[in-house]
């Protein structure tokens, strides 16, 4: 029988004894989806609660979403999920990705794999044709994830999909990360649970494209998201002219900014937003301009398998430290002198991949690296980490509040969330700077969509704490929606073009799937998952209302600037212009905020811990009972 939009099947591997055996995708799609959603009620279902992050019990989880393989959609991403030790305390984490790795899985056969156990010795699966096969990876162990995607691609052939990691993931970096077709890398920590596994690729082939239960209102729809998104490209930094060209995700159907270039050596890399960013400031500093270890620098990552987001914070950090005088070239072995240089880059990025002297340290993350340094260097952190998990500080919710709890609940940086306000703000500042094209927003528009999609007019209002909480809880719903659909939140944003929204987005679940759904179903089912990574969170040792928490600094250190919005101005009440420079997130505020937030989910106020009646109530009964005999649950 046919299940329109699905694989059909979910793939799992115990790489201790080499079982392999199979799910049926049914079980889990209606209430979860796919993508995030799948992933998270697996990993509920397959991992100890006590499972360390390196622990062979521990979970590497891929999986797309009933969207990919269908073209038109802007639907070509996936998921990467399992417990990381990227941060305090470790924690089910993911990473998103595009490229075409999530659809040529599915090509395979599969709308997941799930990853147990560990390999005694190096090993890589190859996935086709019905067929899951151990091979010896000895070879490949050491090398580049380029040397080794190349050396892959070479033997099964340029169809075949490649997932991979570097050295850092083998030496089990925490930031470590995973690469994939198209330059794809999986953040969070994830890379690293690979290297604990010994599993150093997963390749992935077939030809079982999936089927739409409508496929003509697939078209349609497909047709109008076009229109939608026409228009010239914004002009962005990672777009060089003469280096940089235009590279759309496998099956896209839409294209946005992303870019590739190509080397001497025919090699294709990757220029996108943040990626670009880790040397592009430190870069233009040193030369008073343009310098190619810009590009070096997402090299090396990519080539190592480092969190660009944590190397960018770490970056900044350290030359805050050398101009404090707290660090030197001379004790620290980094030519700290010369950031911005490839000499620096290199250096960096090799001494944390194999913990050579002082990147030992920074290989545990900036904030622990900042602790051992002493007081000052850990007050520096403020400048640029975000969070528990050391990544890169660029959407500061002392300015854009609606961010504040989407940072605190979450194990990572929530980037996908984090867009909705930041993103509102930034084409805000277009239309107040007198600029009058696609990417503006009028204050009238900023309050539709505020009224639309974060629950009130108030979300509108930036300088008050006002409904916030209701924003951020309709943000995370809609995101976990469409992170398990799984839809590119370049081209799904939801504060521009209001069309562009969850309605459409329910009408392509229901084209591609059969089910009949409308938006405020899948807003549900957004706000079921992300209650189900809750649940996992929970009885995995996350401490509800105590560990919602900001960075310190937040709370005590007024904010003076953003890169973007060097005034801190924000529309404020009515349609004024606001500032919200030399303010902080007051803790009073912060928790009158969480008791809101906790209300409005249904949780208990006093503790953050989910009751019954809210479980039942999103159709998660089944979970109430392991949660109450953890004592994890309230009536």
């Given at each position: 029988?046919?299940?329109?939009?699905?694989?059909?099947?979910?793939?799992?591997?115990?790489?201790?004894?080499?079982?392999?055996?199979?799910?049926?995708?049914?079980?889990?799609?209606?209430?979860?989806?796919?993508?995030?959603?799948?992933?998270?009620?697996?990993?509920?279902?397959?991992?100890?609660?006590?499972?360390?992050?390196?622990?062979?019990?521990?979970?590497?989880?891929?999986?797309?979403?009933?969207?990919a393989g269908f073209t038109g959609f802007a639907s070509s991403r996936w998921l990467v999920c399992g417990k990381?030790?990227?941060?305090?305390?470790?924690?089910?984490?993911?990473?998103?990705?595009?490229?075409?790795?999530?659809?040529?899985?599915?090509?395979?056969?599969?709308?997941?794999?799930?990853?147990?156990?560990?390999?005694?010795?190096?090993?890589?699966?190859?996935?086709?044709?019905?067929?899951?096969?151990?091979?010896?990876?000895?070879?490949?162990?050491?090398?580049?994830?380029?040397?080794?995607?190349?050396?892959?691609?070479?033997?099964?052939?340029?169809?075949?999909?490649?997932?991979?990691?570097?050295?850092?993931?083998?030496?089990?970096?925490?930031?470590?990360?995973?690469?994939?077709?198209?330059?794809?890398?999986?953040?969070?920590?994830?890379?690293?649970?690979?290297?604990?596994?010994?599993?150093?690729?997963?390749?992935?082939?077939?030809?079982?494209?999936?089927?739409?239960?409508?496929?003509?209102?697939?078209?349609?729809?497909?047709?109008?998201?076009?229109?939608?998104?026409?228009?010239?490209?914004?002009?962005?930094?990672?777009?060089?002219?003469?280096?940089?060209?235009?590279?759309?995700?496998?099956?896209?159907?839409?294209?946005?900014?992303?870019?590739?270039?190509?080397?001497?050596?025919?090699?294709?890399?990757?220029?996108?937003?943040?990626?670009?960013?880790?040397?592009?400031?430190?870069?233009?500093?040193?030369?008073?301009?343009?310098?190619?270890?810009?590009?070096?620098?997402?090299?090396?990552?990519?080539?190592?398998?480092?969190?660009?987001?944590?190397?960018?914070?770490?970056?900044?950090?350290?030359?805050?430290?050398?101009?404090?005088?707290?660090?030197?070239?001379?004790?620290?072995?980094?030519?700290?002198?010369?950031?911005?240089?490839?000499?620096?880059?290199?250096?960096?990025?090799?001494?944390?991949?194999?913990?050579?002297?002082?990147?030992a340290l920074l290989a545990r993350g900036t904030i622990k690296a900042a602790e051992s340094v002493g007081k000052?260097?850990?007050?520096?952190?403020?400048?640029?980490?975000?969070?528990?998990?050391?990544?890169?500080?660029?959407?500061?919710?002392?300015?854009?509040?609606?961010?504040?709890?989407?940072?605190?609940?979450?194990?990572?940086?929530?980037?996908?969330?984090?867009?909705?306000?930041?993103?509102?703000?930034?084409?805000?500042?277009?239309?107040?700077?007198?600029?009058?094209?696609?990417?503006?927003?009028?204050?009238?528009?900023?309050?539709?969509?505020?009224?639309?999609?974060?629950?009130?007019?108030?979300?509108?209002?930036?300088?008050?704490?006002?409904?916030?909480?209701?924003?951020?809880?309709?943000?995370?719903?809609?995101?976990?929606?469409?992170?398990?659909?799984?839809?590119?939140?370049?081209?799904?944003?939801?504060?521009?073009?209001?069309?562009?929204?969850?309605?459409?987005?329910?009408?392509?679940?229901?084209?591609?799937?059969?089910?009949?759904?409308?938006?405020?179903?899948?807003?549900?089912?957004?706000?079921?998952?992300?209650?189900?990574?809750?649940?996992?969170?929970?009885?995995?040792?996350?401490?509800?209302?105590?560990?919602?928490?900001?960075?310190?600094?937040?709370?005590?250190?007024?904010?003076?600037?953003?890169?973007?919005?060097?005034?801190?101005?924000?529309?404020?009440?009515?349609?004024?212009?606001?500032?919200?420079?030399?303010?902080?997130?007051?803790?009073?505020?912060?928790?009158?905020?969480?008791?809101?937030?906790?209300?409005?989910?249904?949780?208990?106020?006093?503790?953050?811990?989910?009751?019954?009646?809210?479980?039942?109530?999103?159709?998660?009964?089944?979970?109430?009972?392991?949660?109450?005999?953890?004592?994890?649950?309230?009536?």
């Amino acid at each position: 029988m046919v299940q329109y939009g699905y694989a059909g099947e979910i793939l799992t591997v115990n790489l201790s004894n080499g079982r392999v055996s199979k799910l049926p995708t049914a079980d889990y799609a209606d209430r979860f989806l796919g993508g995030k959603g799948l992933a998270a009620r697996l990993y509920w279902e397959m991992v100890p609660s006590l499972a360390a992050a390196f622990s062979p019990e521990n979970c590497l989880i891929c999986a797309s979403g009933p969207a990919a393989g269908f073209t038109g959609f802007a639907s070509s991403r996936w998921l990467v999920c399992g417990k990381t030790a990227a941060g305090e305390p470790e924690a089910f984490s993911y990473g998103n990705l595009g490229g075409g790795w999530g659809n040529r899985l599915k090509f395979a056969g599969y709308d997941g794999i799930v990853v147990h156990g560990k390999a005694d010795k190096p090993v890589y699966l190859w996935i086709h044709d019905n067929a899951v096969e151990f091979r010896d990876a000895s070879h490949l162990w050491g090398k580049t994830s380029f040397e080794s995607f190349d050396a892959l691609k070479a033997e099964h052939g340029a169809a075949a999909g490649v997932l991979t990691i570097g050295q850092a993931a083998e030496n089990l970096i925490v930031f470590a990360t995973l690469l994939a077709d198209e330059g794809a890398s999986g953040s969070g920590g994830t890379g690293a649970i690979m290297g604990s596994k010994n599993l150093k690729a997963i390749v992935v082939a077939g030809d079982k494209r999936p089927v739409a239960a409508h496929p003509d209102k697939g078209r349609s729809l497909a047709g109008l998201l076009r229109e939608m998104t026409r228009g010239p490209a914004p002009k962005m930094w990672w777009i060089i002219p003469g280096i940089t060209k235009t590279q759309a995700c496998p099956g896209c159907g839409i294209g946005c900014t992303r870019q590739s270039y190509t080397d001497k050596t025919g090699r294709r890399f990757k220029s996108f937003c943040q990626p670009i960013d880790i040397y592009r400031r430190s870069a233009y500093k040193y030369y008073n301009g343009w310098n190619e270890s810009i590009l070096l620098a997402m090299r090396l990552c990519d080539q190592y398998g480092l969190d660009s987001c944590v190397i960018q914070a770490m970056i900044e950090w350290l030359g805050l430290c050398r101009k404090e005088g707290l660090l030197h070239d001379s004790d620290t072995g980094l030519p700290l002198s010369k950031i911005g240089t490839p000499e620096f880059i290199e250096a960096l990025t090799r001494m944390i991949t194999y913990r050579e002297g002082f990147g030992a340290l920074l290989a545990r993350g900036t904030i622990k690296a900042a602790e051992s340094v002493g007081k000052r260097a850990g007050e520096l952190i403020s400048y640029s980490v975000m969070n528990r998990s050391n990544e890169v500080k660029d959407y500061d919710p002392r300015v854009t509040l609606h961010n504040a709890l989407c940072i605190a609940t979450e194990p990572r940086r929530p980037v996908q969330q984090i867009h909705e306000g930041s993103g509102a703000l930034m084409s805000w500042l277009g239309w107040e700077a007198g600029q009058n094209g696609p990417m503006s927003l009028t204050p009238e528009a900023l309050l539709q969509n505020a009224e639309k999609y974060w629950g009130s007019a108030a979300a509108a209002d930036y300088s008050s704490y006002e409904g916030k909480a209701l924003a951020s809880k309709r943000i995370q719903d809609r995101t976990y929606a469409f992170e398990s659909i799984v839809l590119c939140n370049a081209r799904w944003p939801m504060t521009r073009n209001k069309a562009n929204g969850p309605g459409l987005a329910a009408q392509i679940v229901s084209a591609v799937t059969g089910r009949e759904i409308d938006e405020v179903e899948l807003e549900k089912t957004g706000e079921r998952i992300f209650n189900m990574q809750r649940a996992v969170s929970l009885v995995q040792g996350w401490a509800g209302r105590e560990d919602d928490r900001l960075l310190d600094f937040y709370h005590k250190e007024p904010i003076q600037y953003l890169r973007y919005d060097r005034e801190c101005k924000v529309p404020g009440k009515g349609g004024t212009i606001g500032s919200r420079k030399g303010t902080v997130i007051e803790r009073s505020e912060f928790e009158k905020m969480k008791d809101e937030y906790y209300v409005l989910r249904g949780w208990d106020k006093s503790s953050g811990l989910q009751t019954k009646a809210g479980l039942e109530s999103l159709d998660l009964g089944d979970i109430a009972g392991e949660l109450s005999k953890k004592g994890l649950i309230k009536r």
